[in-house]
């Protein structure tokens, strides 16, 4: 009898999650370039992006709260995850993530993402060499995370997060959500994993750049040339992204352990995709771990993705881990992220 509500707990999770996701996506048109806060499909972790971000069906350890928060129910201990990256053309990725246990098989996480990038002139067609003036450009997303165990084999878990993206003297925010799903299947260590990502309000710029005078009657000499007046921007969706995988582990001999994890990935913004990835734990210290991002995606610029890491535990469950990824993108260089953690 607990079986079979645990069954019937997946499945109506499934049913509930799967039909949301599929009503915003359109099969037929890639869409590329048509979302706002592109920075919330950088990966987060240098050891889920190792792993080819197939990550979905593992979601064990702080940066689950990226990837599938379900995952933070089923942790017994806390941890704390500074992540970094120099991503391409010169901007500068951060994101600090935690959660702690709360008992009863529930997590409360939180997070900070941000994407900065140095200051630039300011520069017009009269003064192309500069102004004198500098503005700043960035986006940044912080927010929180709840996760619970529904059954022994089913877990749920969302996250609320505050979304801003801002240029000089203009930004644009909005309010999403994240859902996820982790599932023992009955097939020995087969665990499914589902999520949705970035499920929210559109987004439109607004501020000081988009005011202006204007005249409504040029023709007419005694009207009032300076009319304050707002241009009407477009407002864009976010990057809604549904994810579905499989992970299963695998001991060889006695201290090894190769975990293997493939996600198919349907993103509101390309066509579908699938990320596979594997990692080897030796001896539960040293980590090797290798992926491919973005199988079967045309003009795709990503592709292998390498890394390596270490975990020195200390008394109790107090431990520090060390992990760094490469990720090729083509013609667009190589990325590297670095992270530090530590579990509590």
Same mark, same amino acid.
């Given at each position: 009898? +607990?079986?079979?509500?645990?069954?019937?707990?997946?499945?109506?999770?499934?049913?509930?999650?799967?039909?949301?996701?599929?009503?915003?996506?359109?099969?037929?048109?890639? +869409?590329?370039?048509?979302?706002?806060?592109?920075?919330?499909?950088?990966?987060?972790?240098?050891?889920?992006?190792?792993?080819?971000?197939?990550?979905?069906?593992?979601?064990?350890?702080?940066?689950?709260?990226?990837?599938?928060?379900?995952?933070?129910?089923?942790?017994?201990?806390?941890?704390?995850?500074?992540?970094?990256?120099?991503?391409?053309?010169?901007?500068?990725?951060?994101?600090?993530?935690?959660?702690?246990?709360?008992?009863?098989?529930?997590?409360?996480?939180?997070?900070?993402?941000?994407?900065?990038?140095?200051?630039?002139?300011?520069?017009?067609?009269?003064?192309?060499?500069?102004?004198?003036?500098?503005?700043?450009?960035?986006?940044?997303?912080?927010?929180?995370?709840?996760?619970?165990?529904?059954?022994?084999?089913?877990?749920?878990?969302?996250?609320? +997060?505050?979304?801003?993206?801002?240029?000089?003297?203009?930004?644009?925010?909005?309010?999403?959500?994240?859902?996820?799903?982790?599932?023992?299947?009955?097939?020995?260590?087969?665990?499914?994993?589902?999520?949705?990502?970035?499920?929210?309000?559109?987004?439109?710029?607004?501020?000081?750049?988009?005011?202006?005078?204007?005249?409504?009657?040029?023709?007419?000499?005694?009207?009032?040339?300076?009319?304050?007046?707002?241009?009407?921007?477009?407002?864009?969706?976010?990057?809604?992204?549904?994810?579905?995988?499989?992970?299963?582990?695998?001991?060889?001999?006695?201290?090894?352990?190769?975990?293997?994890?493939?996600?198919?990935?349907?993103?509101?913004?390309?066509?579908?995709?699938?990320?596979?990835?594997?990692?080897?734990?030796?001896?539960?210290?040293?980590?090797?771990?290798?992926?491919? +991002?973005?199988?079967?995606?045309?003009?795709?610029?990503?592709?292998?993705?390498?890394?390596?890491?270490?975990?020195?535990?200390?008394?109790?469950?107090?431990?520090?881990?060390?992990?760094?990824?490469?990720?090729?993108?083509?013609?667009?260089?190589?990325?590297?992220?670095?992270?530090?953690?530590?579990?509590?």
């Amino acid at each position: 009898m +607990k079986l079979s509500r645990t069954y019937f707990a997946a499945l109506l999770a499934i049913l509930l999650i799967v039909p949301a996701a599929q009503a915003q996506f359109v099969s037929d048109v890639s +869409k590329v370039g048509t979302t706002a806060a592109s920075f919330l499909e950088i990966g987060v972790g240098s050891r889920a992006t190792a792993m080819g971000g197939a990550f979905v069906a593992v979601a064990n350890d702080a940066s689950s709260i990226f990837w599938n928060p379900a995952g933070l129910a089923r942790l017994p201990h806390g941890e704390a995850l500074f992540v970094h990256a120099e991503w391409l053309a010169d901007i500068s990725f951060d994101n600090i993530s935690g959660f702690v246990p709360l008992g009863n098989n529930m997590a409360l996480g939180a997070f900070v993402t941000t994407v900065s990038m140095g200051e630039m002139s300011v520069r017009t067609v009269d003064q192309p060499e500069g102004t004198g003036e500098f503005f700043n450009a960035g986006d940044m997303a912080f927010g929180v995370s709840f996760a619970s165990m529904l059954t022994d084999k089913l877990s749920i878990g969302a996250t609320t +997060k505050y979304v801003r993206q801002y240029i000089w003297n203009s930004d644009a925010s909005a309010i999403a959500a994240d859902v996820g799903l982790l599932f023992d299947t009955p097939f020995d260590k087969l665990r499914l994993g589902m999520s949705i990502s970035n499920w929210g309000a559109d987004m439109q710029m607004t501020g000081r750049d988009t005011r202006i005078y204007y005249d409504l009657d040029p023709n007419n000499p005694g009207n009032n040339e300076r009319i304050q007046a707002n241009l009407k921007t477009d407002s864009w969706s976010l990057p809604l992204t549904f994810r579905a995988g499989l992970s299963y582990p695998m001991d060889i001999g006695t201290n090894y352990r190769l975990l293997m994890a493939v996600d198919a990935i349907h993103p509101n913004n390309n066509y579908e995709y699938v990320n596979l990835g594997a990692e080897l734990n030796a001896r539960d210290w040293v980590y090797l771990r290798g992926g491919y +991002k973005t199988l079967f995606l045309a003009d795709s610029e990503q592709g292998i993705t390498l890394g390596a890491g270490l975990r020195y535990r200390l008394q109790g469950n107090v431990a520090f881990i060390a992990d760094i990824t490469y990720a090729d993108f083509g013609r667009l260089e190589n990325v590297f992220r670095y992270s530090l953690g530590v579990q509590f």
